[in-house]
């Protein structure tokens, strides 16, 4: 079975320092997409950055960036220089078919 | 420009009650995918369709629930005798024929929420 893990329910982070959230998943495929996607308390859901698998190079969105390790099946998500509006629930998700996975996600808190 | 456009946002069922959601997917999109997010859980995959068929059902209830993608029209996500565990925030999602899965976008809606009284 496809699974994503986020172990982290809650995260707390301070404007303009820096954040990591993880995400683990668990596939028997060599190639998919993993994605990270952003749902502020309007709830629309929003995709922050994807990563193809078949690419060693991490994938870089401005602020984002992600650490992916295949062989380790993680996929964490780094934000840079953190901001008032990166409050959100974070959900990382995986796609090798036809539909998404998501993980739990985990609650990003930025306080000023 | 319209994005993914849900309606009702907020509905409001006594147990027994039908509910019915509509999704209009971005002009265009003829694949659409209804999720369902129960409180402080992610989302999770009910159903995938495109233009009048069901592609891929295999998180759908066995039972009460359905979904249809028309010709015409919004696709509809009908839940029949709902009972208090149906309430949740429903979340539909499209994407264009030639895209996805290749990149593994899709466009959400901002979901409707069903409550059950």
């Known amino acids: 079975a496809q699974t994503v893990t986020q172990s982290q329910p809650e995260m707390s982070v301070q404007e303009a320092e820096t954040v990591t959230l993880s995400c683990t998943y668990d596939t028997s495929e060599n190639n998919y997409y993993l994605f990270w996607y952003k749902q502020p308390p309007s709830r629309q859901m929003i995709l922050v950055i994807r990563?193809?698998?078949?690419?060693?190079q991490n994938a870089t969105e401005n602020r984002f960036s992600v650490n992916f390790q295949k062989a380790a099946k993680s996929f964490s998500l780094k934000i840079s220089d953190s901001q008032l509006g990166d409050t959100a629930m974070y959900f990382c998700?995986?796609?090798?078919?036809?539909?998404?996975?998501f993980g739990t996600g985990t609650r990003l808190q930025v306080f000023p | 420009n319209a994005g993914v456009m849900q309606n009702p946002r907020h509905l409001v069922r006594r147990r027994g009650q039908e509910a019915r959601l509509r999704c209009s997917p971005v002009k265009g999109h003829s694949h659409v995918y209804w999720y369902r997010q129960l409180p402080e859980e992610g989302l999770k995959f009910m159903v995938y369709?495109?233009?009048?068929?069901?592609?891929?059902e295999s998180g759908m209830p066995k039972e009460r629930f359905s979904a249809e993608f028309p010709k015409e029209g919004p696709s509809i996500l009908r839940i029949q005798q709902v009972v208090r565990g149906d309430s949740a925030a429903y979340f539909c999602?499209?994407?264009?024929?030639?895209?996805?899965?290749?990149?593994?976008?899709?466009?959400f809606g901002e979901g409707s929420r069903l409550t059950v009284l």
């Open positions: 998700a995986f796609v090798n078919t036809d539909k998404l996975i």
């Open positions: 369709l495109q233009k009048e068929n069901i592609i891929d």
């Open positions: 999602a499209s994407s264009p024929r030639d895209t996805y899965p290749n990149t593994g976008e899709l466009f």
């Open positions: 990563q193809e698998a078949y690419k060693q």
